[in-house]
T-cell receptor, first 114, second 112 residues
Framework: QKEVEQDPGPLSVPEGAIVSLNCTYSNSAFQYFMWYRQYSRKGPELLMYTYSSGNKEDGRFTAQVDKSSKYISLFIRDSQPSDSATYLCAMSAHSGAGSYQLTFGKGTKLSVIP | DGGITQSPKYLFRKEGQNVTLSCEQNLNHDAMYWYRQDPGQGLRLIYYSQIVNDFQKGDIAEGYSVSREKKESFPLTVTSAQKNPTAFYLC???????????FGSGTRLTVV
């Protein structure tokens, strides 16, 4: 079983729809959870960051973490064509000092159709 | 503005040649990373460095080499031993595990 599973899509939605992107993971030591957005031929950019369980909202974006189910989600409300990108989940464990590695999902490609 | 600069953006290499990809950051981050991204494969870690003059192999280090002589710089050399080097290469840095990574804009390497 891979440490992080993410449906690669592609996911195609009409403009204005609510989008739900998800990742599951197997390592119960993961404590830090992130979502990155990557436009074509660009580097990923940090979109949302959450520590431990709970929700975090930033404008049209909401990140949820359910550690009991080992499941994280990113919701996009009122989706726009500019949201069309690949979304990668990432997470890291609370391990010893100096260990900063993130484990990434493979990414979900999202297209928002005008 | 602080950030990570990768150069060049596009690189073409003949088979059998070594090539070096540049990565410079002015974020004062301690840790730096190199990833390779291929379609359908996600990000795969090549090398990482948590401190100057020290670096560790990632999951796919064969055919690659790095150096970390300065905190700001972490160049990656793709050697002729790398069997399938055509890919999109991403450099990243981080201050600590809680803040995630900052990525560069990537270098697309094509072997011709």
């Amino acid at each position: 079983q891979k440490e992080v599973e993410q449906d690669p899509g592609p996911l195609s939605v009409p403009e204005g729809a609510i989008v739900s992107l998800n990742c599951t993971y197997s390592n119960s030591a993961f404590q830090y959870f992130m979502w990155y957005r990557q436009y074509s031929r660009k580097g990923p950019e940090l979109l949302m960051y959450t520590y431990s369980s709970g929700n975090k909202e930033d404008g049209r974006f909401t990140a949820q973490v359910d550690k009991s189910s080992k499941y994280i989600s990113l919701f996009i409300r009122d989706s726009q064509p500019s949201d069309s990108a690949t979304y990668l989940c990432a997470m890291s464990a609370h391990s010893g000092a100096g260990s900063y590695q993130l484990t990434f999902g493979k990414g979900t490609k999202l297209s928002v159709i005008p | 503005d602080g950030g990570i600069t990768q150069s060049p953006k596009y690189l073409f290499r003949k088979e059998g040649q070594n090539v070096t990809l540049s990565c410079e950051q002015n974020l004062n981050h301690d840790a730096m990373y190199w990833y390779r991204q291929d379609p359908g494969q996600g990000l795969r870690l090549i090398y990482y460095s948590q401190i100057v003059n020290d670096f560790q192999k990632g999951d796919i280090a064969e055919g690659y080499s790095v150096s970390r002589e300065k905190k700001e710089s972490f160049p990656l050399t793709v050697t002729s031993a790398q069997k399938n080097p055509t890919a999109f290469y991403l450099c990243a840095s981080s201050r600590d595990r809680g803040n995630g990574y900052t990525f560069g804009s990537g270098t697309r390497l094509t072997v011709v």
